[in-house]
Nanobody, 131 residues
Framework: QVHLVESGGGSVQAGGSLRLSCARS????????MGWFRQLPGSEREGVAA????????FYHDSVKGRFTITLDNAENKVYLQMTNLKPEDTAMYFC????????????????????????WGQGTQVTVSS
């Protein structure tokens, strides 16, 4: 079993920044696609960013390109989401996710992250952006 614990959420004004962190523990697979989803109550989950522990090009949802950056610390088993120039529409619960069998080619090809492909989810951390 893989455990994911997010931290770093909070409330900021529009234009501000936040850095989300996700610590991975438990069973260790050889590799992962790590990522972040977000969700508003009553809405579908939206894949925000993803990256492979093998390296390579990260994926970003069009709405966050140029503002969000996903990075890995493989030595510490952590993934980060640096969020800048935050907008009120970024307000959501943010979930860290892990897929030990997936490949970034699929995400880049579809230009979206399929939540059903990610086996492991954290509990979420709330991000609230006020105007």
């Amino acid at each position: 079993q893989v455990h994911l614990v997010e931290s770093g959420g909070g409330s900021v004004q529009a234009g501000g920044s936040l850095r989300l962190s996700c610590a991975r523990s438990g069973y260790t697979y050889p590799r992962y696609v790590m990522g972040w989803f977000r969700q508003l109550p009553g809405s579908e989950r939206e894949g925000v960013a993803a990256i492979s522990t093998d390296g390579g090009r990260a994926f970003y949802h069009d709405s966050v390109k140029g503002r969000f950056t996903i990075t890995l610390d493989n030595a510490e088993n952590k993934v980060y989401l640096q969020m800048t120039n935050l907008k009120p529409e970024d307000t959501a619960m943010y979930f860290c996710v892990a897929d030990p069998t997936g490949w970034m080619d699929g995400i880049h090809g579809l230009r979206r992250m399929n939540p059903r492909e990610f086996d492991y989810w954290g509990q979420g951390t709330q991000v609230t952006v006020s105007s």
